[in-house]
C-alpha cells in the first residue's frame, strides 16, 4: 500500500493540471473610425491662398488627403493619423473661374477659384496730344503693353510708345477699384490717369505734364 501511494499520488496531480482551462487573450478592440471635416468647400480669391481643412477622428484612425488638380498642392498633412489638419496651397489664376476636388479622409472637398481679374493682360490704345504740348510730340501716338502682378503682389505697367522713344519700361501702376495712374518720362514727367469700363477691359483718360495735357486710351 505505501509503495503505491507515491504513484497514486503523481497520477492525481497530473490530472489535475490537466483540467486547468486555459482563457484566450481577445485582440485590442479596433477604434471605430468616423471622420468629420471642418470645411466641405474653399473659395479662393484670383490671386491665390493658402488654406486648411480640418479633421476630427478617433486616435489611431488613419486617412490621407489628395488633390485632383494642378493648382491645388498639398503642402503639409497628407498622411496622418488621428485629428489633424491638411494645408494646401493655391497658385494664381489667370484664367476664368476654375474648380478642383482635394479628397480629405474619404471624403470630397471642392476648391473654387475666382476669374482673374481683366485688368491684368495685354493692352493697346491711342494718345492724342492736346493743348500746351511740344510741336516734337506727335499729335498721335500708338501704345502697347502689359499690366501684371509683380513678384510682391503689385501692379505694374510694361509700355511701349515708340513713336516717342518709350520702349519695355516697367512702370508702378497705382490701382484704385476702377481708377489707374501712373507716371513716365518722355521729355519729362507725364502722368496718366484713366477710369476703367465696367468690365475692366477698356478704358479712357486723361495724361499730363509741365504744360501739356492731352488724352489717352486702351482695350484689352
Do not use: H
Request: hydrophobic letters at 40%.
Amino acid at each position: 500500500m505505501s509503495a503505491r501511494f507515491p504513484i497514486a499520488f503523481a497520477v492525481l496531480m497530473m490530472c489535475a493540471s490537466c483540467s486547468e482551462t486555459r482563457t484566450p487573450t481577445s485582440p485590442a478592440p479596433q477604434p471605430t473610425c468616423t471622420f468629420a471635416l471642418s470645411t466641405t468647400a474653399l473659395s479662393i480669391a484670383s490671386t491665390g491662398a493658402s488654406a486648411s481643412v480640418g479633421v476630427t477622428t478617433n486616435s489611431g484612425c488613419a486617412w490621407t488627403a489628395s488633390s485632383g488638380a494642378s493648382f491645388v498642392t498639398i503642402t503639409s498633412g497628407a498622411s496622418q493619423s488621428g485629428t489633424g489638419t491638411v494645408a494646401v496651397a493655391i497658385a494664381e489664376n489667370t484664367g476664368d473661374t476654375r474648380t478642383a476636388t482635394l479628397t480629405v479622409a474619404g471624403q470630397p472637398v471642392t476648391v473654387t477659384q475666382a476669374a482673374s481679374d481683366p485688368l491684368f493682360g495685354n493692352w493697346s490704345g491711342s494718345i492724342t496730344k492736346g493743348a500746351g504740348c511740344p510741336a516734337a510730340l506727335p499729335a498721335n501716338a500708338g501704345w502697347a503693353g502689359t499690366i501684371r502682378r509683380n513678384s510682391i503682389g503689385q501692379a505694374e505697367l510694361v509700355i511701349s510708345v515708340s513713336s516717342v522713344g518709350v520702349v519695355n519700361q516697367t512702370l508702378p501702376l497705382i490701382v484704385n477699384g476702377n481708377n489707374i495712374q501712373f507716371a513716365v518720362q518722355i521729355d519729362q514727367v507725364y502722368t496718366f490717369v484713366a477710369t476703367l469700363a465696367g468690365d475692366r477691359r477698356s478704358f479712357t483718360g486723361t495724361f499730363s505734364g509741365g504744360g501739356c495735357s492731352g488724352t489717352w486710351s486702351g482695350t484689352r
